[in-house]
């Protein structure tokens, strides 16, 4: 699972700084100690930062993260062949899945009905027909050509994806599924659960989505930084967090293309890149749906994007147009 990181943690609220004047974290109150990680996880680099009166117990409950991290990838991964899901693409079906399919396919589904569709993870099949173009044509600056688009679209669609309990199963030959759009999202959440369950108040965690737990000890937000998609080393915006999450994507992510103009952000209705937004994000309650949305949302108009807000006021959207 691979995700686009595109935010820093801060501790300043001051905008208008490179990154390279910010610093990683904050003072905390002396009865606290700060117990940081950084390292590499699900294929990227990840952070928890986290605020206690016991460092041993922080670490043991830590490694607690680190075995639930391990054990959903084995679950959720595209790139491990003898995961789940892997098998589900392969078999066109799974039998009694893991418990933990049906909280995120829920999830899923209702992304896909809050985005009108926008968000769908039954796209693996273009993502395919794209890889496979620009293996064949690596210079090539068009992409595939609208009779491949359309087979590929012709094996996906959230509404052909069958779910319960017991059993996952398309119902058209050829579809796949991916889950990176919202697996690092639930994965984080799933992590965090476990801290806030371990009476933890104040904790950061970074997987690709940002997961806050309460607020800063210093008893703020916790402040993050959103770099500026035309500029990776400044700031386009700093979003304060409290007891929530957010998740970026952007066309800047997983070329494609030699010339980045396709690249992993596919509307599951033309087959067609993102081109509406350089970057988006969205903070949520939780970092599932922050992590669905600003895939789905990548591809929303000002109106949609204004109307969504309009319905759900716990979410919040950042643009750079």
Same mark, same amino acid.
């Given at each position: 699972m691979q995700r686009r990181r595109f935010i820093q943690i801060l501790a300043t609220s001051a905008t208008g700084l490179s990154l390279g004047q910010l610093a990683a974290a904050s003072p905390a109150p002396r009865s606290l100690q700060a117990v940081r990680w950084q390292g590499y996880t699900l294929g990227?680099?990840?952070s928890f930062t986290l605020y206690t009166e016991n460092r041993l117990a922080a670490q043991a409950v *830590?490694?607690?993260c680190f075995d639930e991290i391990r054990r959903l990838e084995s679950l959720f991964s595209l790139y491990d062949h003898t995961s789940e899901l892997c098998r589900l693409n392969r078999d066109g079906y799974l039998n009694a899945p893991a418990a933990d399919w049906r909280p995120l396919l829920d999830a899923a589904n209702h992304a896909h009905a809050l985005s009108h569709g926008l968000f769908? +993870? =039954?796209i693996q099949p273009l993502w395919h027909a794209y890889k496979q173009h620009f293996q064949a044509q690596p210079d090539? =600056?068009?992409g595939p050509s609208e009779p491949t688009l359309a087979k590929a679209r012709a094996h996906s669609g959230w509404e052909h994806l069958q779910y319960a309990t017991d059993s996952i199963r398309f119902n058209r030959p050829g579809?796949? *599924?991916t889950l990176n759009g919202i697996a690092q999202g639930f994965i984080t959440d799933r992590v965090s659960d476990i *801290?806030? &369950?371990? $009476?933890?108040q104040h904790v950061l965690v970074e997987l690709g989505e940002t997961r806050a737990l309460g607020s800063h000890p210093e008893q703020r937000p916790w402040k !993050? $930084? !959103?770099k500026d998609a035309g500029h990776a080393s400044e700031l386009h915006e700093v979003a304060e967090l409290n007891d929530q999450a957010l998740a970026t994507s952007g066309s800047y992510g997983s070329p494609l293309s030699k010339d980045g103009s396709y690249h992993h952000l596919i509307? +599951? &209705?033309t087959g067609l890149p993102a081109t509406r937004w350089k970057s988006l994000s969205v903070i949520a309650p939780t970092a599932t749906q922050a992590d669905a949305l600003s895939t789905g949302l990548s591809f929303a108009s000002n109106e949609q994007i204004h109307n969504i807000e309009h319905a759900h006021p716990k979410l919040r959207v950042l643009k750079q147009g």
């Open positions: 990227a680099q990840g *830590l490694q607690h769908d +993870p =039954t090539a =600056t068009t579809m796949q *599924l *801290l806030r &369950q371990a $009476g933890y !993050i $930084g !959103i509307h +599951p &209705q």
